[in-house]
Structure formats: C-alpha cells, structure tokens
C-alpha cells in the first residue's frame, strides 16, 4: 500500500460527505489487502478500510437524517466500488450510517461497526436470541465474539464462549463463561454445561472444523447454529440428524449489492443504545496508529498481537 493525495471526493444524491476521525482495522482488511477475499470484489488500485467514525461535512441531495457537524459511524466502504475508510475523507451512503453513541470517542466508535453488525445478524435476526437460552459463542474473545457476548447477555442469555488458554479472562470479564477448546472435547462441555441437550444457538466465527464441530452440539429440534465463515465445503448431516437449523451471515452483501443497506444504519442505532446504557463496549488494542503506519497497523492484526481491536487515527 501507497500513501498519496487523491480528489477529495463530494456528496451526490443519497450520501454524506464524512471527515474521518479514525478507521477501524479488521481480519478481513488484512485479507483483502493480501488478495484473499475475491468475495469482497476490489479492484486495485483501491481506498481500503471497511469501518469509520467521524464528522459529517455536507450533505447530499435527499438526505435529512444527518446535518453539518453531526458525528456519525458506520461501515461504509472498501469493498466492491465504494471507497473506504483510510483516508480523510469519504462520500458514503447515508442509508450505511448511524449517529455515533455519545458515550465513546472516535477510536472507540472506529472499532464497533463490522463487528457488532456481524454479531447482531447472526444472534438477532436470525436467531433471535432472547432470555434464559444457552448460547455459545466460539471465539469469544475475538472481535464479533466479544461483542456477540455482550449482544446476548443484554437479551438476558446465558453466555459461554471458547478461545485459547491466553484468551479466557477476556471472555470472562465480559460476563460469559469460558471454556478452554484445548482442554476439552465438545463433547465434554455439552456433557457438563448443558447435560448433554446442547446449546440453543452456536455461533461459530472461526470457520473450518470448528463450524463442523458446531453441528453436533446444538440443542435437538430447536438449536440454531450460526456462522460468519461459512465458506468452505461442510457435512450438514449432524445437523440434520438434530432436526436443528443452520443460518449463515454475509456481512458484505448490502454494501455489494446496493440492496437492504438501511438495515445496517438501523442495527448502529439499536448499537449505540446499548453502548449508551453500558451494556456493550468494544475493546480496543492501546497501540496508536496513523495513517502513515498503516502497514503497522496491519501487521499488528495479521501476526495475532492485538490485544483488541486495532484502529488508525486519520490526521487533518
């Protein structure tokens, strides 16, 4: 990746033109960055950078919901033809934006939008979670796992969540309980933490065969497994045998498509709602990083060093 001067771009009919304050850095930034995410469809030369927080400087033709001067967030860009978010400024669909919870700063508004999305399609929309269920996040220290935590525990679940060794006293201080995968077999702890009925939703946000051990531990008849990496080739038959329900979630697809983009401002909404009443908090990586390290602040996602989320400040 280069750093250069490009037109500052204007707001056309529908958009917000937005001064970016900072720019979240996710797994799959990394990825389209290295060629890996033909599913993301960028073309080089591209603006990446899919999440934003900033300050709302014009607004288009149609547009009523925003004004000058309005803090928004939202992810906005950089995949498909929409420009991302590393760089000062960016024209983007008012339908993909929120006004930013009032309770964090830019950083922290930077680091939410990707993630919580990913985890509020998968537990509410599909699966509605709601009180009194068993859900089980796998990878719950990660970044759509510890705000899915947080997602379910404010709809009154009972949270587990897995992860490395390293990893656990995250997803216990984020109110779930932690079960440690190198230790125990799934079998194990569907034995001793649900006696042997299974989780009522299993959200699977690492893919491979943790997506096939998923199948086999939800609850007969009504469990309902999730998965944001539902990419590879998977027997449903445990599932089946289950009678239980399996739901993918493409985050992507209205920024591609053009088609249910309100949706995802309407999911920020209900989000900084619950970050203004205390129920859900990103975790951010103490690093600070600025658009001339963002090849640094890349790495620091690829090589496993964050200690939460990675986010670039954008200078004026």
Known sequence: MVLKEIAKPMAGPGQVLVRIEASGVNPL???I???QAAHAKRTPPAVLGLDMAGV?????LGVSEFA???EVYGMTGGVGDLQGSLAQYAAVDARLL???PNSVDMRQAAALPLVTITAWEGLIDRAQVSAGQKVLIHGGAGGVGH???QIAHARGAEVFGTDAPHRLKVVEALGATAIDYTTETPDQYVARLTDGEGFDIVYDTVGG???DASFAIARTYTGHVLSSLGWGTHSIAPLSFRGATYSGVFTLAPMLTGRGREHHGEILRHIASLVDTDKLRPTLDPRHFSLADITDAHRAVADGSATGKIVVSIDH
């Open 29 to 31: 930034d990394i990825k």
């Open 33 to 35: 960055a290295a060629g």
């Open 56 to 60: 709302v400087e014009e607004v288009g």
């Open 68 to 70: 000058p001067g309005d």
């Open 98 to 100: 929120a006004h930013k």
């Open 147 to 149: 705000v899915g935590i």
């Open 209 to 211: 065969p943790v997506l």
